[in-house]
């Protein structure tokens, strides 16, 4: 039974999150030492979750003779430069999303590991909760037929950070925040080999005294003719609002990962003490999660990444996920400009997809359009006529 | 206390649920006559709703002695004929959606009425359910400050006659069909001052074996900066999806009108007789709704109807409204086609509405992009540079 | 089309429902003549609706000449003398719930009625919701099999008037109050023929400083075998929770009538004005109701009450439902004191109902408990041997 | 970082969960040797679970060299003879609910564990689920006040195995089988201080042919004044329904932990493969569960136990609390019995808990029994007047 010693990159929410996981239930990897800029912000972490080394240097952390595995949880912009310097360590690299500011460095960052054939995991947590693990293998299964369209949406009232909010550092705003998410999210229930094609979006500044986009809406195409559509704000009330759906041809996929997940809870304000984490109000009715780390996908991504360490194999979310996801966001902000649907400008390993199978039944020639039972039991037919293509309607006697 | 005799022309589907909501309860108005161009199905609806007179005369129905208000319920490629003989006849006309099958044949029957002066209702049930009744009444007093983004869906596996199926008797498809509720909708939630501007349309036909589109979304652009957004397919899967989701600067509002109401039903098929109406599976969880003629707007809507025109003043939903939405869905398939937003085309009366407003408020003069509480008490700023536009943190003691 | 005139006998809060009711949407029916004890009240009740006539003499109320139906909306103390009286006026009588304080009372009530052959109606609303009737309707039928259990609930922070408070005035506390719904709700479910045997029942004054019970727990077992439940409290924190559980052999229904019924809202006290009805908090998650005289019964309850009077035939529920409410809310209190389960003491006229079916199966002779199919394919039986009782598994090809 | 062998004493439905949670995510713990009385179904459980030893002698896999603690996942009438081995092998033992058939036999494995000193551990999963752990955690810290009322409720189509089934056997029905679970959440609620003093049972065995009962609804009246309520049933139709709810005089809480968590899917029955575990119809709206592993408490409760075991403290579950439960189903099914109420024997270990706080303020010397502001601002208080306790309204300027 293998385990790993991670460097930690980062002391921000992520890296409290990440560490939560790795040391949480009966975990067997452990975060061994710590990097942060800020000497407070570092110490406070290393309490916090009783961690050993600490440093204010990246290069001890990514060198640190313990380690073998370096997690990434920085601002946007040092991606690039750090991941190389990981590379060039020969350890593993894990990395937070989005993986860059841009499709073109998200490529060059690509490449670099791939030169140096170290272990690559691209950390999107919401592609591993376990409702959309199930959910994700039971579309695969074919149980939902041709997925036809997915919305995916993430907005809550905004990030902690002030990076976050700095359209240079951050490469972007709300989309790059958590349409990053989204994107990965569709792209698993359309299935991988299918190719985005062009994006349409649109995006605004609405309430924010910022350059980036505070709101954003955004209809991505794929080969197979599905529609992936996602919704981000940095700017909803009422706490993190996380749903995606999915329509097939066959069924439907409906998934709420924050908001309403089977614990409710009104609250006076009259009681003592605590009452429960991340909620806007604590009056009220309030929806709590039960447990946070696990729900959003913590736990099955680190497990994923380790294990296919361990295997030999690659992990559900690799680097070059990451890039397709910059190069669809690429898209989104090209056509917010153009205000044209913008095709995605990528080098495509993923094979084709084909177009969603029309399942027209044929009615003594004529396409049948739809069919119905009547109350008296017989059926009637809406038929597509096939000469004319006129659809006309049949009663039949069942 | 007045009462209103009704001549109901067509007995489809909208022709019962306009009756049953007609005679339901302890209404006092009633249908005296009724228009099919069916005999058996004319006899038939004569029938189950007790009522005394039929014709296959469109002529007849509508100079019916008794007769005051006029509902059409026919296709939408007979709209234009039928309101005009209605209001030549100088009766009060109240017709179903869409008004027609585009703006310009609207316009048209917009013109046609108001010469003649006759009392003239959109039949939009669905800006009338108790529901949105109460949401409109709620955002419109500001309960929820600005409203920034609205989205409305509407799907199900596809309509019930042969003509909607049919583009040029239609009009359209799944927008034509659907997304006029949608587009209504959403301009009670942004306001009816708030002019419609451009729009972007994805449409597709994945499924069904016709023309016109099974599956589209769509979004509007509002003066204010709001956006709308509406989905609509005829290849839903579980019944009939009817959500609207409004966001604003101050609240949320989600509403569900048909598949989780309250009513949740599990049935093992083991039972006998009668499960529950208009359910895709009469096995396992079903979700039935209380009173649709109640829950989906009709009641409420003809209230409305009879008790404008016995104030003298207008309906909620006009024939106005009627060809604004008709002009909304004009730019939605012009956009499909030319794959950018385009504008709308409408001849506008509502006036205008001003910018949604940033609420930046000031710290040493910097502008407040987010304040936070930490967990030790203090406020945490994110701030943008009052010279540079740069955005950094700030921890205050609070 | 008949219409009826009404004299309303209280201005409290039921007297505001059941004239937003009588003067809803286009109803023919109207309240002609209005009686309080207060002038004051009795004046503002008048102009808020609309109503020509007002006393303060319940004599002049009942024996107003317009008047054909008159509606006790009165404390429960004054529901005998007053009952006795319209009866005697020959009039028709309409008593809101509970009927009476006890099971004499009604049952004195009961009599009088009868014996002067007045219609008389029993103005149990939370019977005659869209849901109930539905589920009601689905029950019958046979749809969810045999019922063996019912749950009803009804708690909210307390009633708005002294008397309500008053174990002398109103008979009880939240059984009285509250309980009397439930019972009804459940008779409906386990069939009106279904003699209510005997009760159990838990009270206690945890909250409040009265004298009566705030909180209730009861079961009634049922001649068939089921079990109805209901819990009632006036301490409840988080709005008016009303739900209705069914558990039958072949299928389950859920009902919820006020917290969650597909209208959410997310308030963050910032907005201006108007948020929602009948809600403890205006801050955090609300959940309003579109149209609550309709959603609680009170439109379609009237509805039954003229019909019924118009086509001489009795309501669903009558003034023997409310005698039969109140035997078993006896027997509650009696086993509240007595600790033991007692007999519903009532003039049973209902009929009889067999034991719920035992369905088992057999194989080779043995009792079938459960038939599973294995991930194999194979059936795995659980069997009760037929000699010895012995309950044994046994795996099949299936 | 210590790790634990474990013996696994079953290879039941059980088994497979607590060796699901001890294999799973990167968990450091590993079960060493499986025992089965079963060759085939041993065989197939360690393929299954990639486990090395195997045996069908108990005291083999108890005394396993590698093995320090042993897991008793086998029917309830083996638990005592297992556990005395288990503790006289010194080694720690953690036991499947119930503990035993009745309090009597739970008191002797409960003596025996603590004259031996060996830690013990009782395996109630769904205390431990990640929604109950942060529920327990907020309602301990005041923030919904005093507890009034814990209602749990636990349904299904009835067990897998035919032992469950068999009186003798398993020490009862219904109640056995998933009222132990239902106590142990109530008791978390109202706080395991608080002494259980009485209970009164409703049972009955409705649809399966056996002895046992398939219902059962019991009250638990606490020394806080506090009620607990549990509903079991082997005859519910819908998949399995877990739900706790919480009153407390300052908030409530609703739990549900299988059947509405935020992902719902529709399946037409014409989609390929795989739709989802545990649900009884394959078409219809279903309900899964994201990872039921940890959503059923599997994996809190093993992180609990060995991270207890290795800190020298007791379990939040402990052999003392199994054999509470056992006292308080000893006494339901006493009072099934008796038709009374039935005093829960016990030697009771937990200390005294006041009665819950009446919270009436005063005003002018009467009390408060509630206060209302009416829409116009003015306050309305219902008093119980300080002489007499006749209770009258009394409107202020607020």
Redesign the interface.
Known sequence: ?K?HNVAMLGTGLIGDFYTMALHG??????VSVVYSRSEERGRAFTERWDISDFTTSLDEAITHPDVDTVVVGLPNFMHEEVIAAVADAGKAVLCTKPLARNGAEAKRILDKVESTGVFAGYLEDLCY???????I??VR?????DV??V?SRE?H???????F??KEKAGGGAIVDLGCHCIEIIRNFVGKENRPVEV?A?T?T??????AED?A?A?I?FES?A?G?F?V?W?????MDLRDEV???????????FL?????????????????EKL??T??????V??EV??LGY??M??DM??SMEDGREPQETFYDGYVVNAIMDAAYESASS???APVDVEWRGGSTSR?E???GLHDGH????E?ILPDGRK?L???HKDT?????LVTEG
Chains 1, 2, 3, 4 share one sequence.
């Open positions: 039974m385990s239930q009966r975990n067997r990897d452990r909760t376990p409702k959309s693990l199930k959910a293998e039971t299964s074919g149980a939902i037929g036809t369209w919305r907005t009232p905004g990030p902690h950070s002030a990076w909010w700095d349409m649109w605004d609405l309430v924010h005294p910022i350059a709101n809406v209809l195409r003719g529609l559509q919704e704000s700017t909803f009330r009422g706490g329509a097939g041809t066959e069924g439907t996929i409906w998934l709420n990962h309403r997940t089977g614990f409710e809870m009104y609250s006076s304000g009259g009681g003592a003490g605590y009452v429960a806007e109000s009056e009220g009715w309030l929806f709590p039960g447990d696990s729900e736990t099955d680190f497990t380790f294990d205000r044209q649907w969603i029309k399942k027209a396409g049948v359009v739809k119905e009637k809406m038929l597509s293509g006129e659809i006309f309607d």
